[in-house]
Nanobody
Framework: QLHLVESGGGLVQPGGSLKLSCSASGFTLAYYTIGWFRQVPGKEREGVSLIISTGTGTKYADSVMGRFTISRDNAKNIVYLEMNSLTPEDTGVYYC?????????????????WGQGTQVTVSA
């Protein structure tokens, strides 16, 4: 079975940083576009960032541009999302997801495999 597991979430003060990790079991992340999404209660899940299989192409939502950095270590089968200058608006459950067609888009319908999510709370 294919599993994605997110880790690294937690409680952080505004202006702080967190680094999320997305690891996989049962398949090799290197062949997939990996996206990060987030969701807060009552709102739709929104795309935050993605990285294509080779790591040479990335995309960010306007709301996180310049603050978040996505990267991948295919040798370790992990994708990271480094989040800096966090604000309360960044609070939510963060999910990583994999697209086996390796497309360059944050359309959540394009992603076939999802993790269970990790909670990020930004609060003083």
């Amino acid at each position: 079975q294919l599993h994605l597991v997110e880790s690294g979430g937690g409680l952080v003060q505004p202006g702080g940083s967190l680094k999320l990790s997305c690891s996989a079991s049962g398949f090799t992340l290197a062949y997939y576009t990996i996206g990060w999404f987030r969701q807060v209660p009552g709102k739709e899940r929104e795309g935050v960032s993605l990285i294509i299989s080779t790591g040479t192409g990335t995309k960010y939502a306007d709301s996180v541009m310049g603050r978040f950095t996505i990267s991948r270590d295919n040798a370790k089968n992990i994708v990271y999302l480094e989040m800096n200058s966090l604000t309360p608006e960044d609070t939510g459950v963060y999910y990583c997801a994999a697209d086996h067609e390796s497309r360059l888009g944050l359309n959540r319908d394009w992603y076939q495999y999802w993790g269970q999510g990790t909670q990020v709370t930004v609060s003083a």
